[in-house]
């Protein structure tokens, strides 16, 4: 008789149990996903995207998912979240104004579906040569093979732009490829040099030193004599302070741009107010920096700093709660 009533109690136990995981199974399986489009392998957009969507609070998020995906960079990535392909994505604040406005080259559409969440960091163009190359000024690239970014990064995007603004980018080799693979075919002396567009210190930039002696070119120079950030003032000076790399022991004058996190206009204010939530915390920052060193620039003190087109609605809320939005 005992056996029979232990029988009982443990069956309807198992029964309970088996409903109960059933309900949170479903329950997990059908939480929305919301897609972050980061970058390729090798750039901190990848970093940014994926430390988000791997930070432990946001992942216990039970309402959705953050998936972080990988891109060619911010230009893909800006396209991919106004057609709503990634609901959110780290894009340089230059291609959201350009975009908005109509003016990306060769694509006169308006992609106002791209509204500023947040700043993550000032992305310095970087120009990478031998030491013994006698390479001073973009200008003396001509008829030479230069590395100028994955196709449909923000890195080529600005090369290209840059590069057409000084008149040399039809008188290059162009190669396009992301950091890695261009550290890797400089390595191997099948690039004269190559450009990137992203924070420092730059893991490319760290393994084309350990086998070669460096330089980096004073892109600041040819910028300036060139009126380059007179036309394009989402632009903003700043130096490569000496000893970011190895053998490179002097500070070297460049410009940068914006990285922003953006969000699809259509989706929730809750979910962007949520996720801001959970990572402008201590432990949110904490986290961010343990993946990525360029995310020590996130602070809630400049939280929107570098944006100068429309915010998402969840993004307004969280600022103006904070008292960096009026």
């Not at 567009?197 to 004599?225: C, E, H, R, W, Y």
């Not at 940068?256 to 107010?273: E, F, I, R, T």
């Amino acid at each position: 008789m005992r056996l029979n009533k232990f029988l009982a109690v443990f069956i309807g136990i198992c029964a309970f149990l088996i409903i109960t995981l059933t309900f949170s199974t479903e329950s997990f399986a059908k939480r929305k996903i919301y897609k972050f489009g980061g970058g390729p392998a090798g750039g901190t957009f990848q970093f940014m995207a994926g430390g988000i969507a791997t930070y432990g609070p946001v992942k216990a998020i039970k309402e959705f998912r953050v998936l972080a995906g990988a891109s060619a960079g911010s230009v893909e990535n800006l396209r991919a979240v106004n057609s709503g392909k990634y609901a959110m994505g780290v894009v340089y604040s230059g291609h959201v104004f350009l975009g908005k406005n109509g003016m990306m080259k060769n694509d006169p559409t308006k992609y106002n579906d791209v509204l500023a969440v947040s700043y993550f960091y000032g992305a310095p163009a970087q120009l990478v040569v031998r030491a013994n190359s006698g390479i001073k000024s973009a200008m003396q690239l001509i008829g030479k093979k230069v590395g100028v970014g994955n196709a449909g990064s923000g890195a080529y995007a600005n090369c290209d732009m840059f590069f057409n603004h000084l008149g040399i980018w039809d008188k290059i080799e162009r190669n396009a490829m992301g950091y890695n693979d261009a550290a890797t075919a400089f390595n191997n002396h099948q690039l004269d040099a190559f450009w990137l567009f992203t924070a420092f210190p730059s893991g490319a930039v760290i393994m084309a030193a350990q086998t070669n002696d460096i330089a980096l070119v004073d892109l600041g120079a040819d910028a300036a004599k060139s009126g380059f950030i007179k036309k394009y003032p989402y632009f903003s000076k700043l130096s490569v302070p000496a000893g970011t790399y190895k053998g490179v022991n002097y500070d070297t004058p460049s410009f940068q741009d914006s990285c922003l996190w953006v969000a699809n206009s259509k989706v929730p204010a809750d979910v962007v107010y949520k996720l801001l939530s959970l990572v402008y915390t201590d432990e949110g920052l904490a986290h961010m920096r343990n993946v990525k060193k360029t995310a020590k620039a996130m602070s809630i003190k400049d939280g929107i700093k570098g944006i100068v087109t429309p915010m998402h609605p969840g993004a307004i809320k969280f600022w103006k709660e904070k008292g960096i939005l009026k």
